[in-house]
Structures are given as structure tokens and as C-alpha cells.
T-cell receptor, first 113, second 117 residues
Framework: QKEVEQNSGPLSVPEGAIASLNCTYS??????FFWYRQYSGKSPELIMF????GDKEDGRFTAQLNKASQYVSLLIRDSQPSDSATYLC?????????????FGKGTRLHILP | DAGVIQSPRHEVTEMGQEVTLRCKPI?????LFWYRQTMMRGLELLIY????????DSGMPEDRFSAKMPNASFSTLKIQPSEPRDSAVYFC???????????????FGSGTRLTVV
């Protein structure tokens, strides 16, 4: 089983709708969870991080974490064409106090004008 | 802050040649990471350093790859000899590591697109 799994997409969402991106992880002891956005030809940029079960909101973005189900999601409200990008889910497994982050392969999101 | 600085932005080299990629982390960040990104494999961690010391190099593909961090402001990733399958985008990232509430994530450089022909 891969450590971090995401649907590769593309996920097509009409402008103004809610985009929902999902991610599962294999290490039950994982502590920290991240969403990065990567535009084509650019480097990943951190948009959200979450540590506790439940929801965390930042503007149009909401990260959701369910540790019992080993599931992380990202909701983007009022989707804009500028949100079209690849979204990478990432997890810090924290095995042996390890500080590395493991990335999923990403979900391509396309916002339809 | 200028962010994480990588050079060169693009590198085209012939198979068998030595390639050196460079990275300057954000000042004050004591962790530095080297990743490789391809369509097939996504972002793969190659090696990371803490306070200039290599902590985990289990992702380095083979002995052709080596990385150094001689001081807090500079790191290199060297491939010798290079092969076409090394073609990828190589990212450097830095961070402050684990804080009181957990891990704060990385800041990535702009990457080096390596093409080996």
C-alpha cells in the first residue's frame, strides 16, 4: 500500500462550485497533514496544514482530518479558474521523530469557467 | 527573504556527464530536503539534512547520486555519471522543523529541470 494516496483526476468543477479533494494515508501514527498547490511548471506551495481531527478553515479553503479513517480532505469553496492546479496531499509520519514529509502524487483540478 | 534559491533553472547534459545542482535555503531554516519529481513517480524524497548533517539518504537512487551540505547556507546534489532516466525536476526545500504544535511544512525552491540526452 502506498503511504499517501490520491485520485490523479482530472477533477472538473464548474466555477463557483465547491471542489472536494481527498487523500488517504497508511501510517496510523501520522501527526501532521498538509495540502500543497502546484501550478504547471512551478514549485509546490503550502496552502493548508492540519494536526487535529475536525475542520480547519482559511478563507475559501477548509481542510478536514479524520484520523480514525486515515483520511484527509480539502474543500475549496466558490472555485475560481485560478484554482486550477495540481493539489498534493502530504503527511509527516513522525516515525522515530522523523521530520520528512511524504507526498501523494496529486490530484489535477480543473475549474470550468 | 528571497526564499529557497536553486541553480541552475534548466540543465541539459549528455549521458555520462557530471551534473551538480545547487541550493541556498532560507536563512534560519535548519532542515534542507532534496526531492525529485517525475510524472510517473511524483515527488520523491532523496535526502534530507538537519543542521548540515545528513539524516536520511534512503531515497538516493544509487551511488551515482551524492549530496553535501558544507554549511548552513549551501547544499549540492551531484549525479555522476548522469543517465537519461535521471531526467526530472529536482526541488530543494527548507524548513524550521518540528515546532511545539507539530510540523510546519516546507518552502520549496523553484526547481531545476534536468534533461539527460
Amino acid at each position: 500500500q502506498k503511504e499517501v494516496e490520491q485520485n490523479s483526476g482530472p477533477l472538473s468543477v464548474p466555477e463557483g462550485a465547491i471542489a472536494s479533494l481527498n487523500c488517504t494515508y497508511s501510517d496510523r501514527g501520522s501527526q501532521s497533514f498538509f495540502w500543497y498547490r502546484q501550478y504547471s511548471g512551478k514549485s509546490p506551495e503550502l496552502i493548508m496544514f492540519i494536526y487535529s481531527n475536525g475542520d480547519k478553515e482559511d478563507g475559501r479553503f477548509t481542510a478536514q482530518l479524520n484520523k480514525a479513517s486515515q483520511y484527509v480532505s480539502l474543500l475549496i469553496r466558490d472555485s475560481q479558474p485560478s484554482d486550477s492546479a495540481t493539489y498534493l496531499c502530504a503527511v509527516n509520519p513522525r516515525r522515530n521523530r522523523d521530520d520528512k514529509i511524504i507526498f501523494g502524487k496529486g490530484t489535477r483540478l480543473h475549474i470550468l469557467p | 527573504d528571497a526564499g529557497v534559491i536553486q541553480s541552475p533553472r534548466h540543465e541539459v547534459t549528455e549521458m555520462g556527464q557530471e551534473v551538480t545542482l545547487r541550493c541556498k535555503p532560507i536563512s534560519g531554516h535548519d532542515y534542507l530536503f532534496w526531492y525529485r519529481q517525475t510524472m510517473m513517480r511524483g515527488l520523491e524524497l532523496l535526502i534530507y539534512f538537519n543542521n548540515n548533517v545528513p539524516i536520511d539518504d534512503s531515497g538516493m537512487p544509487e551511488d551515482r547520486f551524492s549530496a553535501k551540505m558544507p554549511n548552513a547556507s549551501f547544499s549540492t546534489l551531484k549525479i555522476q555519471p548522469s543517465e537519461p532516466r535521471d531526467s526530472a525536476v529536482y526541488f530543494c526545500a527548507s524548513s524550521t522543523g518540528t515546532g511545539r504544535l507539530g510540523y510546519y511544512g516546507y518552502t520549496f525552491g523553484s526547481g531545476t529541470r534536468l534533461t539527460v540526452v
